[in-house]
Every structure is written in structure tokens, then in C-alpha cells.
């Protein structure tokens, strides 16, 4: 699987818009980005995913770069219960290995009153 | 829907003792995953497994680990003996196949926080 890489971590203001970025370099032209987040005390929770268009759902939106080599998730209006564990990874979405979800360190993001 | 379900959620146990994490994942579902969470490893894939079959272990640590999963509602993680180097939070998760190759995501439960002392 291709490596991430992101800061460890980041702040941001209530009722800001939070950007955490992502770096992919070595990403392959299968792979897909997707990004899951982590409260703590509880389990990794699926954010979103894409693969070279920009996407948006409810939750947040991911720019991915026109060469794929890094992309931005980005939380609209952050609030308090925010304040999580982001981890961005790429895997294939299909074929053999498409199962593995491999976590790096994430970016703890901090959203302040 | 009620989620993935773990049990026990929290676990205090003497080295060497047995230890069995269960999990019931939503139903429909026909991914399980176990995974492990430490400070110093972060978040491992120990075991998955596919319509109840074992797919990929080789995140299993040793031989003490085992992981079953007799029908497509249940699935057990067993230690046997335990010892202190696997206090870990332990999740489950599951997901379903949407079409052809894709899947959904996986749903993770809310994990099992294992102390041996």
C-alpha cells in the first residue's frame, strides 16, 4: 500500500473551517484515498473516500490533487466533537487487497471554544 | 441498526489466564476484522475474515492468538495464556459487499479494552 503522510497535529476554531492535509507521492493509479477519523475512547468511524474528483457528503469534503499525489479533507464548520484522530489512507478499491485498512499515525485535530 | 458489538467492553485479567473477546457484527454484513490498538504499534489488522472464513491472519501475533467465527452473527478472539504485552483496546469491524468488486466501509465496534496484570 502506498504511505501517507500528515502532520501530527493541527488546531482549529470552533465554527472554522478545519483542512487537514495529506501527502501520497507514491499513490498508485488504483488506489483511492479515504479518510477515517477516531474519537477517543471509540472506534475508527468512515469519513469519506475518493479517487481524483473532489467529493462531498454530509460530513466533509476531500480536494484531491490533480496528480493525486496529496489531497485535503476539509470539515466545513468545525464543532467541539470534532476533535478526533484523522487518519488519511490509500488502498486499492477492489481486488485482493482491497480489504486492508493500514493506519498510520493520523493528525490529532483539536478544535478550540 | 445497533452497530458492531463487542463484549466485554472492558477486561482485567491475570497473566497467563484465558482470555475470549466476542463480536457480533451487523447483520448482513459478510467482512470481520479484528484489529489491536496500541500507543507504541497504533492500529494493527490481526485477522480477517470473509463469508466466516479465515482470509488473512498474518497479523495474528503468535500462536496464543485465535480467532473462530462459527456463524455469519459471531465471532471470537481468544489469548491463551494472556500476558501483560497484550493490554490492548481490541476492535471489531465489519462491512458488506455493494457490487461487483466495491465495498462499503467498514464499521468499526466500540472495542474492548483488555489490562493483563
Known amino acids: 500500500d502506498a504511505k501517507t503522510t500528515q502532520p501530527p497535529s493541527m488546531d482549529c476554531a470552533e465554527g472554522r473551517a478545519a483542512n487537514l492535509p495529506c501527502n501520497h507521492s507514491?499513490?498508485?493509479?488504483?488506489?483511492?484515498v479515504y479518510w477515517y477519523r477516531q474519537i477517543h475512547s471509540q472506534g475508527p468511524q468512515y469519513i469519506i473516500h475518493?479517487?481524483?474528483n473532489n467529493e462531498t457528503n454530509e460530513m466533509a469534503s476531500l480536494i484531491i490533487t490533480e496528480d493525486r499525489k496529496s489531497s485535503t479533507l476539509i470539515l466545513p464548520h468545525a464543532t467541539l466533537r470534532d476533535t478526533a484522530v484523522y487518519y488519511c489512507?490509500?488502498?486499492?478499491?477492489?481486488?485482493?487487497?482491497?480489504?486492508?485498512?493500514?493506519f498510520g499515525k493520523g493528525t490529532l485535530l483539536t478544535v478550540n471554544p | 441498526d445497533a452497530g458492531v458489538i463487542q463484549s466485554p467492553r472492558h477486561e482485567v485479567t491475570e497473566m497467563g489466564q484465558e482470555v475470549t473477546l466476542r463480536c457480533k457484527p451487523i447483520?448482513?454484513?459478510?467482512?470481520l476484522f479484528w484489529y489491536r490498538q496500541t500507543m507504541m504499534r497504533g492500529l494493527e489488522l490481526l485477522i480477517y475474515?470473509?463469508?466466516?472464513?479465515?482470509?488473512?491472519d498474518s497479523g495474528m501475533p503468535e500462536d496464543r492468538f485465535s480467532a473462530k467465527m462459527p456463524n455469519a452473527s459471531f465471532s471470537t478472539l481468544k489469548i491463551q495464556p494472556s500476558e501483560p504485552r497484550d493490554s490492548a483496546v481490541y476492535f471489531c469491524?465489519?462491512?458488506?459487499?455493494?457490487?461487483?468488486?466495491?465495498?462499503?466501509?467498514?464499521?468499526f465496534g466500540p472495542g474492548t479494552r483488555l489490562t493483563v496484570l
Open positions: 507514491t499513490i498508485s493509479g488504483n488506489e483511492y
Open positions: 475518493g479517487l481524483k
Open positions: 489512507i490509500v488502498r486499492p478499491n477492489s481486488g485482493g487487497s482491497n480489504y486492508k485498512l493500514t
Open positions: 475474515f470473509n463469508n466466516n472464513v479465515p482470509i488473512d
Open positions: 447483520s448482513g454484513h459478510n467482512s
Open positions: 469491524a465489519s462491512r458488506t459487499k455493494v457490487a461487483g468488486d466495491d465495498f462499503h466501509e467498514q464499521f
